[in-house]
C-alpha cells in the first residue's frame, strides 16, 4: 500500500520528470515527503508566481512538461501568471494545487476554490483528483493533455485527504503521445504554392519546437533562398546568423520586415498562431483571408483557421513536417533579390544610434551578443523595456 501522495510521486518518476518546483505549503505534504526519498530534484521557490514561471521555463527548454506545486487559494491565483505564459506560448506543464479535504469541498471551506472554474480559461483543462486509486489515471492524462496537439498547461487539484488515502493501484505505462505527419499531398500543394511566390516569407512559431526542427527548416529555407522571421518570443527558433534570418516579428519590429510581411505574396507558418504580435495587432495580414496565399503548419487543427483561414493547411507535428522537408525538391527561386534585401535590412538594424545618458542600453545589448555562450539562456519580462533584447538579441540554437 502507498499513500496517495507516494503514487502521484512514482507516476511523475516513471514519465521522466526530473526536476520541480514548489513554494511548500500543508495541503501537499504527503507529496513533499513521498519527494524527499525521489531523485525529482524539488526545487523550493519564495513567490508562487515564481515557481510557476520557472516551470514554464523548463518546460519551454526542454519540450517537457514543467511541474509545479503550490498549496491551495491564494497559491494558486499567484501561480496563475506562470500559467498564462504557459497558455499563450504553447509550453507543457503541468501546475499540482493543493485542495481542501472531499468532505468540506462545495461548501467555501477556508482558501477553497473551484479550480475548473479559475483555470478553465487559461488552462488547456483543470480539474481534481477523486480518489487515490485513480492517481496514476489522472496523470497520465495530465502528461498526454500538456504534450499532445498545442502544448499548454494542465492544473490537477489534489485534495488533501486523497494524497494522504492509502491504496495500491497499478501504476500507468510512461505518455506516448501520438505525432502526425504531412500527407505527400500536403507537401505537394505547398511546392504549388511556393512556386508561383515571388515575395514568400517563412514565419516560425511555437507548437512543439526542438533543436533539429529548426535546423531542417532553415536549411530548406536556405537551399531555396527563402527569407524567415520568427513570430513572437520565438527568436532562438532558427540561427540567427544565417543568411535567411530576416528577424523577429516583435515588439516594436522593425518597420522593413512589417512592411516585408504586408508585401508578400506567400506566408508560410511554420508553428504559431499568426497572433496579435507578429501581425501589428492583425493589421499586416487580413482578417479572416489574407491577401497572401497562406500556408498554415499546426499540430492542433483547431489552431488551423481560428484566425486567418488558410489556403493549405497541414496537421503535423513540427518535427515531422520539418522531416518532410528534407524531400522537398530544390525550387526555382524568383526572390534571392528579396531575401537579400531582407537580411540587409535585419543587419542595418542592428546598429544602433548612441543614446546621450550615462547608460547606453544600445551598447551594453552589443557587448552581450558579442560575449554570451551560444548556450546562454536569457530572461526577460514583459513591457516597453523588451524592445532592447527583442532587437538586438541573437541566438545561434534553440
Request: glycine fraction near 10%; charge should be negative.
Amino acid at each position: 500500500m502507498r499513500s496517495g501522495g507516494r503514487i502521484l510521486v512514482d507516476q511523475l518518476e516513471l514519465n521522466g520528470a526530473d526536476l520541480a518546483f514548489c513554494l511548500p505549503g500543508e495541503s501537499f505534504l504527503p507529496v513533499l515527503d513521498a519527494l524527499y526519498d525521489s531523485p525529482i530534484r524539488l526545487v523550493s521557490c519564495r513567490h508562487e508566481q515564481g515557481a510557476a514561471n520557472a516551470a514554464e521555463a523548463y518546460g519551454k527548454l526542454t519540450g517537457r512538461p514543467g511541474i509545479c506545486f503550490v498549496t491551495r487559494g491564494p497559491g494558486a491565483t499567484q501561480a496563475a501568471v506562470g500559467v498564462h505564459t504557459a497558455r499563450q506560448d504553447s509550453t507543457p506543464m503541468i501546475l499540482f494545487v493543493g485542495h481542501v479535504p472531499r468532505e468540506v469541498q462545495g461548501r467555501e471551506a477556508w482558501q477553497e476554490l473551484d479550480y475548473a472554474r479559475v483555470f478553465g480559461g487559461i488552462a488547456k483543462a483543470a480539474w481534481s483528483v477523486d480518489s487515490a486509486d485513480r492517481i496514476p489515471e489522472h496523470v497520465a492524462r495530465a502528461f498526454s493533455l500538456a504534450l499532445s496537439g498545442r502544448p499548454g498547461p494542465v492544473v490537477l487539484a489534489l485534495p488533501e485527504d486523497v494524497l494522504g488515502e492509502m491504496a495500491d493501484p497499478p501504476d500507468g505505462a510512461p505518455v506516448r503521445i501520438g505525432r502526425a505527419a504531412p500527407r505527400e499531398s500536403d507537401l505537394a500543394e505547398l511546392r504549388e504554392v511556393l512556386g508561383a511566390a515571388e515575395r514568400p516569407l517563412v514565419v516560425v512559431g511555437e507548437g512543439g519546437w526542438t533543436q533539429q526542427t529548426g535546423e531542417d527548416v532553415l536549411a530548406f529555407c536556405e537551399a531555396n533562398t527563402l527569407p524567415v522571421a520568427c513570430a513572437f518570443r520565438c527568436q532562438d527558433f532558427v540561427d540567427n546568423h544565417s543568411p535567411s534570418y530576416v528577424g523577429v516579428l516583435g515588439v516594436a519590429m522593425d518597420d522593413a520586415l512589417a512592411a516585408r510581411l504586408r508585401e508578400s505574396d506567400v506566408v508560410l507558418a511554420v508553428g504559431g498562431r499568426i497572433g496579435e504580435v507578429p501581425t501589428k495587432r492583425y493589421t499586416l495580414l487580413d482578417v479572416p483571408s489574407p491577401r497572401q496565399a497562406l500556408v498554415h503548419v499546426h499540430p492542433d487543427p483547431g489552431e488551423l483557421g481560428f484566425v486567418y483561414q488558410p489556403d493549405v493547411a497541414i496537421v503535423s507535428t513540427l518535427p515531422e513536417f520539418a522531416n518532410g522537408l528534407r524531400r522537398f525538391e530544390p525550387l526555382e527561386p524568383r526572390w534571392n533579390a528579396w531575401t537579400q534585401a531582407a537580411r540587409a535590412d535585419y543587419e542595418s538594424n542592428l546598429r544602433h544610434e548612441p543614446m546621450e545618458g550615462a547608460v547606453d542600453l544600445g551598447k551594453i545589448m552589443a557587448f552581450l551578443r558579442e560575449r554570451l555562450p551560444p548556450d546562454a539562456i536569457q530572461t526577460c519580462g514583459a513591457g516597453n523595456f523588451t524592445v532592447w533584447a527583442h532587437r538586438f538579441a541573437e541566438f545561434t540554437q534553440y
